[in-house]
C-alpha cells in the first residue's frame, strides 16, 4: 500500500484547505484511516481517524473545523480544514492500516499566517 497526500499549502488564518491522500490500494479494505500532523521538536498527533464499524474521531483542536472523510470509488481520504488558525501549521501526514501493517504517506505541509 502506498499512499500520497498533498494539497498543503499556505493560507491566511479563517482560511480553508483541503488535502487528499490517494492510496494505491482499495481504501475499504482498510481497517482505519487517519490524519496526523507534527511540528518540529513535537510528537506526531493524531487529527482525525476513521474506523470501519466504529465511526469518526476528531482531536479536540480540530472539533467543528475539520472534516475526515473517504471516497472509496477514488481510493482517497481527504481533510477538509475550515477556519484555519496559525497553530494549525504542521507537516500533515495520512495514514492506513491494513491487516497487521500500518502504512504512511509523505508529509504535506500547512503554513497558516498573515
Known amino acids: 500500500v502506498q499512499l500520497q497526500a498533498f494539497g498543503g499549502g499556505s493560507v491566511q488564518p479563517g482560511g480553508s484547505l483541503t488535502l487528499p491522500c490517494a492510496a494505491s490500494?482499495?481504501?475499504?479494505?482498510?481497517?482505519?484511516m487517519a490524519w496526523y500532523r507534527e511540528t518540529p521538536g513535537n510528537d506526531r498527533d493524531l487529527v482525525a481517524i476513521?474506523?470501519?464499524?466504529?465511526?469518526?474521531k476528531y482531536d479536540d483542536s480540530a472539533k467543528g473545523r475539520f472534516t475526515i472523510s473517504i471516497d472509496d470509488a477514488k481510493n482517497t481520504l481527504y481533510l477538509q480544514m475550515n477556519n484555519l488558525k496559525p497553530e494549525d501549521k504542521a507537516v500533515y501526514y495520512c495514514?492506513?492500516?491494513?491487516?497487521?501493517?500500518?502504512?504512511w504517506g509523505h508529509g504535506t505541509l500547512v503554513t497558516v499566517s498573515s
Open positions: 490500494g482499495r481504501t475499504s479494505t482498510f481497517s482505519t
Open positions: 476513521i474506523s470501519r464499524g466504529r465511526g469518526i
Open positions: 495514514n492506513a492500516v491494513y491487516g497487521q501493517h500500518d502504512y
